[in-house]
């Protein structure tokens, strides 16, 4: 418990001076989220922290990959397609990427990390086990998609998709925990919330930087994969 409590003081040290540098780089090159008519902040933000989360959870994945914690098929679909993910966030920070590419980007991480994932699992519902087949896998690439763009759209309000993704992440442990569904899965969710904690210290209100979509949109995807 030690070793653990040490490894996620660790993650989330490395997320706040990750947060740091990012802050300082997107003041350089004018990296700003300015308000509009639909925004909820009223003074230009730096943007783009996220990648601070993004790089300590998969350092954080292949560490506990590399220490068998966690089961291989669950870390590539992570690293594959939250890579992906993260990275045509990052690229349309910079610059404007058509809607239509981020798209197409975001249906094929999902199918990726359903593919190493075999898929949505049967349902079970009040004692019986329902199979959806090919519709199942279809409304699990649907809703991955929908969470990866629900947390972009959270991101912009202080605080507000840094504080879901805790709660997430810790209600979500303690189920893996007590039902022992995944192997690692509470450990992981444990890193993903250290990592978030680390960025949150900079974007609690009044935030002084916004994750940017490629943390916003890795977040929501990594956590709809788990």
Known sequence: MKVLCLQLLVLSLA?????????????????LDVPNTRSSHSVATPRGGGIAIVLTFLGAIVWLEFFDQINL???IALLGAGGLVALVGFLDDHGHIA???RLLSHFAAAIWGLYWLEGLPPVTLLGS????GWFGHFLAV??????????????GIDGIASVEALCVCL???LIYF????????????????????????WNFPPARIFMGDAGS???GFALGVM
């Open 99 to 101: 809607a239509r590419w």
């Open 142 to 155: 649907v809703y991955l998609v929908w969470l990866l763009n629900l947390y972009n759209f959270m991101d």
């Open 178 to 201: 007590l039902t022992r569904s995944v192997v690692g899965g509470e450990v992981l969710l444990l890193a993903l919330a250290a990592s978030v904690v680390g960025f949150l210290l």
């Open 15 to 31: 997320s706040f001076f990750l947060t740091w540098a990012m802050r300082r780089y997107a003041l350089t090159r004018s990296l």
């Open 73 to 75: 098929s669950l870390a």
């Open 171 to 173: 209600g979500g442990a």
């Open 129 to 132: 086990v329902l199979d959806l």
């Open 217 to 219: 949109g890795f977040l």
